[in-house]
């Protein structure tokens, strides 16, 4: 269960963005999507501190968002809503799984030494 705080935050976030989605311009099904996707990050990551959780839900409601028509372009998702929800409960991970990657990459020795050849 979500702690007292993330609970406080989450619901404020949503009301927030449930008035957000009356503005012109702004696709609300994608909006509500994306903020579904978030918070499925943040309760789920249990282990992390609450500023992290709060980071990780900004950056993927955020991602969410923004990617929803790239994902409606590139799979069989027709609704915005979902595919929001898709790209933002997928982003964190995906990120977090590419940035340990790019750790292992074993980088030859002249690039490792700053760029100077010997």
Known sequence: MADPSTTTLITTTAAGIGLTTL????DGNALIGAFAGATLVAISSKNLPVLQRLAYMAISL????????EVIN??????SGVAAFVASAAAIALTLHGIELIKTIELPAWLRKGGGHD
Not at 23 to 26: A, E, L, Q, S, Y
Not at 62 to 69: E, K, N, R
Not at 74 to 79: G, I, W
Request: net charge positive; proline share 17%.
């Open 74 to 79: 590139n799979t069989p998702l027709k609704q």
């Open 62 to 69: 955020t991602i969410g968002y923004l990617a929803a028509p």
């Open 23 to 26: 503005f012109p311009g702004i």
